[in-house]
């Protein structure tokens, strides 16, 4: 079992930047793919980027080239770059772990942590 624990939301102007973390314990990290998914109250979760084990990495469209997501596997932590933000990236960003399956979808990740809220600001 792993262990999931986000850090780093918060309130951001439009073109500001956060860096979101996702410390992991348990079982060992690195044999986990990951992957960063974000909800808007109302609305179905969505796919941000995801990392294999062997750092492959894949973005959404709407994410891509003003996120990055990278990891640490001496540190168990797995980051999320943003860049540009822009007010529709504000929602609660979740990570999540799988051993299988395909990046993009939520069905396929074992384990979730609980969230971290990112607001951007117009």
């Known amino acids: 079992q792993v262990q999931l624990v986000e850090s780093g939301g918060g309130l951001v102007q439009a073109g500001g930047s956060l860096r979101l973390s996702c410390a992991a314990s348990g079982q060992t990290f690195s044999v986990y793919h990951m992957g960063w998914f974000r909800q808007v109250l109302g609305k179905e979760r969505e796919f941000v980027a995801a990392i294999s084990r062997s750092s492959a990495t894949y973005y959404a469209d709407s994410v891509k080239g003003r996120f990055t997501i990278s990891r640490d596997n001496a540190k168990n932590t797995v980051y999320l770059q943003m860049n540009s933000l822009k007010p529709e990236d504000t929602a609660v960003y979740s990570c999540?772990?799988?051993?299988?399956?395909?990046?993009?979808?939520?069905?396929?990740?074992?384990?979730w942590g609980q969230g971290t809220q990112v607001t951007v600001s117009s």
């Open positions: 999540a772990a799988r051993l299988s399956g395909i990046p993009t979808a939520a069905t396929d990740y074992r384990y």
